[in-house]
Each structure stands twice: as structure tokens, then as C-alpha cells.
């Protein structure tokens, strides 16, 4: 009995462990978040005013890609940056078939709208550019508010 009450308390240990790495690699406050963190506050600092000064943050620098989100926002309170994970697309390397990995990340944004009791939610794509974290993609929930077709 004793040792079963052991091995299960190792187990149930092991579990805590696997789940409290789980938790803290997708903690935006994460040292290995640190730049991709950056660049998403430097983005919707500027976004909360304007889409059309984004440019930077995207690889073409056109911000084409968050201006049609941005006009259904409308007047944007606040954002928080709920967590970041990595996501490890295998990517070629030049010629090689080595796998690039921890080259992109995936971050989920909460913005609050005035206006609006919940708030939109943001899925952003970062992938390490040149040694920039720089936006791929970008999806939100505002879309589902903006005007329907009859």
C-alpha cells in the first residue's frame, strides 16, 4: 500500500510538472517571449490610433493585412496579451532539409472595444524575419460584428 501511495504521488508529481512547463511556455511574460512580446506592444500601441502606421511590423511593410479588421474596431479601450506559443512549422533551410524550429510564433490578443461588453479576440502570427519579429498573419473576431449581406 505504501509503495503504491508513493508511486502515485510521483506520478501525480511528474503530472504537476508537465502541466506547470505546459502553462509557463505559453506565458507572454516568458523570457523566450521577450522580443516577439515587444513587437506585439509596439504594434498595438500604434494600432489602437491607426492601422496605416503599422507597416514596420509586417514583412512587405504594407499593413493591408490588419486595416479591414481596424475599421470594425472602431474605438479600441485596451489590449492584453493573453499568451504565446510557439509554433513549429517545418520550414527548409536554403538547400538543406533542415527544419527551422522556434522561427514562428502564434499570440492570442484580447482587445476591448468602446462599446462592447466582451471583448475581440486576436490571433496573431509572428515569424522571426531577419532577426525582426515581423506579423504573417492575422485574424480576429471583430469580423463577426461588421455588417451582414442580405
Known amino acids: 500500500m505504501k509503495r503504491t501511495l508513493t508511486i502515485?504521488?510521483?506520478?501525480?508529481?511528474?503530472?504537476?510538472?508537465?502541466?506547470?512547463?505546459?502553462?509557463?511556455?505559453?506565458?507572454?511574460?516568458a523570457p523566450k517571449h521577450a522580443a516577439a512580446r515587444d513587437t506585439l506592444i509596439k504594434f498595438y500601441d500604434l494600432y489602437v490610433t491607426s492601422a496605416e502606421r503599422t507597416g514596420e511590423f509586417f514583412p512587405d511593410g504594407n499593413p493591408q493585412l490588419v486595416i479591414h479588421y481596424r475599421f470594425w474596431y472602431g474605438d479600441i479601450q485596451s489590449y492584453r496579451i493573453v499568451k504565446i506559443r510557439d509554433i513549429d512549422h517545418p520550414k527548409q533551410k536554403s538547400i538543406s532539409d533542415v527544419p527551422v524550429k522556434g522561427k514562428q510564433k502564434e499570440a492570442l490578443v484580447e482587445v476591448m472595444v468602446k462599446g462592447k461588453s466582451s471583448p475581440y479576440m486576436d490571433t496573431v502570427t509572428l515569424e522571426l524575419i531577419e532577426g525582426k519579429w515581423l506579423i504573417v498573419d492575422y485574424w480576429s473576431t471583430s469580423q463577426e460584428d461588421g455588417p451582414k449581406m442580405p
Do not use: C, E
Open 8 to 29: 502515485l504521488l510521483i506520478l501525480l508529481s511528474l503530472a504537476a510538472a508537465i502541466f506547470g512547463l505546459y502553462l509557463y511556455n505559453q506565458n507572454p511574460n
